[in-house]
């Protein structure tokens, strides 16, 4: 298992990449085309937001599960990038047959639902997300499996005239017939895929002795159960996701490596306890381009919180962590981490129900590291003062740092062995 700790965005699409090589089959398991993962390779970049991130690694099978909703346009113009630079890219990607599709009065409703919201706005990214798997819930939905049928487009029909009488008005702000346009191009292209029974396909290649690498998206604080309610995803991305996004039974999960950046963002609404809105924060989203891969909305960024990380640390059974961008923090004399909140004249140091207006953070400081580390490949090489950093990470976590991201790139990993 890889999965984000905190608010999405902590680097999982570079780290399953990196990690890709020791595994036959790279599973993403939630989550759609809300979720960005950037791959930065030399001067190449590439942001994926359906198709798994081991796709550019030649030797790999790459599945998309059952938990994942797949827009069909937005799944085209992913294959017609990556076309470019992996060749028959349609046998290296095996699609469930149970994933449900995101059509395009999916979006409307998106659209409809959060301007309803008025003042209380989740942030939704208004790609479908939400409606799509409200569909799947009430047993409204479609599937990929659908694809196969003669009357596909009898059913797409029928659940279009349900949603446009369910966002009323708002359906005259899309322009629909380039929406289905794009969706039933999209369609043809799913179609050039193998669809399988992802259940069926990943526990027979575990019995076969082949190994496998589940890999989330978005992050720990936007679990529709854990995470900071109401302003989440709609999937489940703790590790527990795997098992009902993939159809792999609980003790088939080996090692969870459990992805954080050394500080936190935040894109859209929603309670960020260690926000910083000063020049720290700035200096953060300007050193770390902390800009959304899929919106491109500037991230709200802030020092690390530790209450939160060790939840998600509980709530996933992390065995592993993976610490990201150390090297945005290279230039700051002082690091904090927050270790608690003070409400009321008392310091909570577990995770809340909710957060209120007069919960504030208690921060612990640490000695910064005024050096740049991106040309550093060994965990000896690091300065004291991150290494000092990392301990106290691991301690109160109760698991190890085995991976050190000091940059972007693929070379920029440091493995601890």
Not at 170 to 182: K, T
Request: charged share 25%; with cysteine; glycine share 12%.
């Amino acid at each position: 298992m890889v999965l984000g700790l905190q608010w999405g965005d902590e680097g999982k699409g570079k780290i399953v990449d990196v990690l890709t090589p020791g595994y036959d089959i790279i599973a993403r398991f939630q989550g759609g085309p809300n979720a960005g993962h950037s791959l930065h390779m030399g001067k190449e970049s590439y942001v994926l937001h359906t198709i798994p991130s081991g796709i550019f690694r030649p030797e790999a099978v790459n599945v998309i599960g059952n938990g994942v909703v797949i827009d069909p346009a937005t799944f085209a113009r992913e294959v017609e990038e990556l076309e470019k630079v992996v060749p028959q890219i349609a046998s290296k990607i095996l699609i469930s047959k149970k994933a449900h599709l995101i059509l395009p009065t999916h979006r409307i409703l998106d659209a409809a639902q959060e301007a309803s919201k008025g003042a209380d706005k989740i942030g939704s990214t208004l790609k479908g997300i939400g409606p799509t798997y409200t569909d799947k819930t009430s047993r409204g939905g479609m599937r990929v499996g659908d694809l196969l049928s003669d009357d596909f487009a009898g059913r797409y029909n029928t659940i279009k005239t349900r949603h446009l009488a369910q966002a009323g008005q708002y359906a005259g702000d899309f322009d629909l017939a380039q929406l289905e346009l794009e969706f039933f191009d999209g369609v043809q292209v799913m179609r050039r895929f193998t669809l399988i029974d992802s259940e069926q396909y990943l526990n027979d290649a575990l019995v076969e002795g082949r190994s496998a690498l589940a890999e989330g998206a978005q992050g720990t604080m936007l679990d529709i159960d854990f995470g900071t309610y109401p302003f989440v995803t709609s999937s489940n991305t703790v590790c527990a996701g795997a098992c009902t996004g993939l159809g792999v039974a609980p003790a088939a999960i080996g090692a969870v490596k459990g992805i954080f950046k050394a500080y936190c963002t935040r894109v859209g609404n929603g309670p960020f306890p260690t926000e910083l809105e000063d020049g720290d924060g700035e200096a953060m989203r300007k050193v770390g381009r902390e800009f959304g891969a899929t919106t491109g909305r500037a991230r709200r960024c802030g020092w690390l919180d530790m209450v939160a990380l060790r939840y998600a640390v509980m709530v996933n059974g992390v065995t592993e962590l993976i610490m990201m961008k150390a090297d945005v923090l290279s230039g700051f004399d002082t690091i904090r981490v927050c270790t608690g909140y003070s409400v009321g004249g008392q310091t909570v140091t577990s995770f809340p129900y909710e957060f209120t207006a007069d919960m504030k953070p208690v921060y612990r400081d640490f000695r910064g590291w005024r050096r740049e580390i991106g040309d550093v490949r060994s965990y000896d090489e690091l300065p004291a003062e991150l290494k000092e950093y990392i301990e106290y990470i691991e301690k109160e976590c109760g698991a190890p740092v085995g991976i050190v991201s000091v940059g972007p790139d693929r070379d920029q990993t440091i493995v601890r062995r």
